[in-house]
C-alpha cells in the first residue's frame, strides 16, 4: 500500500514537474459554479415556497465561485441535467424536514448522483452545513440517529481530533488559525439536533464512511462537528463557517479577523482546493481538490446566464427572521 502512495506521489510531482517544463496543462476549472439547495418555507405562499439564505451565496462567492439555486420539487431528469452543468452543491442549514420535504428529496437526489459519479471518476464535491450535516448522517447511515443538544445559539472553538493530521478539509489553514480555531469561539452553532460520538462511533456505516475532524460538547453530549468522508470529496461542519462574515442579527455570531478568516479558509477550501506535493508527505488520499477539479459545465452560455443567482433579487430579511438577506423563489 504505501509503495502504491509513494510512487503515485512520485507520478505527481513527475506530472507537475513536466507540466511546468512542457506547458502540459493540469486540467482544472477556474470558473466553478456551485448549486445551492433551496428550502421548503416554514409557512408557503404564492412565490415564497422556498428559500435559500444570501449568507451561503457571499460565502461561496467571497471565494471565487458563481453560484446557481437549485430548486426544490424538480424533475429527477431535470436535477440530473444540473448535476452534469455544475461543479458541487451545497446543502444549506435551516428547519426543513429530513425525512418530507423538498429539501430532503432534492438532498438525497444530489447525494446518489454524487456518489455515482465519483465511483466513474468523475469529480464532484459535496458541502453540508448544519442541517445538510444532518441529512448528510442520515443520508450515508440510512437511518435517523440524532439526539437532541444544547446548542442553539452559541459560538465554540473545535476539539479537533487526532485523526485530522490525516484529513484534507484543514491542511492547508494557516497554522495561526488552526491555534484559534482551538482556543477561540469562532464556530457559530445553531442547533437542536447533533450526532453525539456514541452514536456515531455505534454506526458502522458512518464510522466506515466518514473521519471526523472535530468534535465539541454542549456541558452533557460529546457531538462531531466536523467530518470528511475518507473516499469521497464529501465534507460536513455542523457550524457555520458562512455566518461570521455575513450575519449579524444574533450576538454569538463572531466577527473578529480570525472569525472571517475562518468562513474564508472554508470556503477557499470548497472552492479551490488544488493538488498540492506536500499533500504527498501527509496524506494516503492524493487525488484531492474540490470544486476546480469539477469540470461539468453548462451546455451553452445561454443556460449558463439563466441558472446563474443573478437573476433573483436578495430581500432585506432582518426584521423576519434570523438572517439579514433571503432568495425566495416560486
Ligand atoms: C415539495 O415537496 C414536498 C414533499 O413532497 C411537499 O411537502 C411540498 O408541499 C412541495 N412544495 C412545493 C412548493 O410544491
Ligand atoms: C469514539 O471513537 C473515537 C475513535 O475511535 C474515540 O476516540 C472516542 O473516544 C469515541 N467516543 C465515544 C463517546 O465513544
Ligand atoms: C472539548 O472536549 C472536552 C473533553 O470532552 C470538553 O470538556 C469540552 O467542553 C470540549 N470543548 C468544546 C468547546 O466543546
Not at 168 to 176: A, G
Not at 197 to 216: A, C, D, G, I, P
Amino acid at each position: 500500500m504505501i509503495h502504491f502512495f509513494y510512487l503515485a506521489c512520485l507520478l505527481t510531482f513527475t506530472d507537475s514537474v513536466f507540466s511546468k517544463r512542457f506547458g502540459a496543462p493540469i486540467k482544472t476549472n477556474d470558473r466553478p459554479i456551485i448549486g445551492v439547495l433551496a428550502q421548503d418555507v416554514f409557512n408557503a405562499t404564492p412565490q415564497r415556497n422556498a428559500y435559500i439564505a444570501a449568507s451561503y451565496v457571499k460565502f461561496l462567492e467571497s471565494a471565487g465561485a458563481r453560484v446557481i439555486p437549485v430548486m426544490i420539487n424538480r424533475t429527477e431528469d431535470e436535477y440530473k441535467r444540473l448535476f452534469n452543468s455544475i461543479n458541487g452543491v451545497l446543502i444549506p442549514g435551516g428547519g426543513a424536514s429530513l425525512q418530507s420535504s423538498g429539501y430532503s428529496k432534492t438532498a438525497t437526489i444530489f447525494y446518489r448522483l454524487a456518489l455515482e459519479a465519483n465511483s466513474k471518476g468523475d469529480y464532484f464535491p459535496v458541502w453540508g452545513t448544519c442541517l445538510g450535516f444532518e441529512m448528510l448522517t442520515l443520508l450515508t447511515s440510512g437511518e435517523s440517529l440524532l439526539s437532541q443538544t444544547n446548542t442553539r445559539g452559541v459560538a465554540l472553538p473545535l476539539n479537533f481530533t487526532d485523526d485530522v493530521r490525516d484529513g484534507r478539509l484543514f491542511r492547508e489553514f494557516p497554522e495561526e488559525l488552526l491555534k484559534s480555531l482551538a482556543t477561540e469561539r469562532l464556530t457559530v452553532n445553531s442547533h437542536k439536533w447533533s450526532i453525539t460520538t456514541e452514536s456515531f462511533n455505534k454506526s458502522e456505516k458512518l464510522k466506515s464512511f466518514y473521519r471526523v475532524l472535530s468534535t465539541n460538547s454542549d456541558g452533557q453530549n460529546e457531538f462531531v462537528s466536523t467530518m470528511e468522508a475518507y473516499d469521497f470529496p464529501i465534507y460536513a461542519t455542523q457550524w457555520h463557517p458562512e455566518k461570521n462574515a455575513f450575519e449579524w442579527r444574533r450576538r454569538y455570531i463572531p466577527h473578529s479577523g480570525r472569525a472571517i478568516e475562518t468562513g474564508f479558509y472554508t470556503a477557499h477550501f470548497f472552492i479551490s482546493e488544488g493538488i498540492t506535493l506536500n499533500l504527498c508527505l501527509y496524506n494516503t488520499h492524493f487525488f484531492i481538490s474540490e470544486a476546480r477539479k469539477s469540470l461539468h459545465s453548462f451546455p451553452s452560455v445561454t443556460e449558463e446566464r439563466k441558472a446563474l443567482i443573478y437573476n433573483y433579487k436578495p430581500e432585506y430579511t432582518a426584521t423576519l427572521n434570523a438572517f439579514e438577506q433571503l432568495y425566495y423563489f416560486d
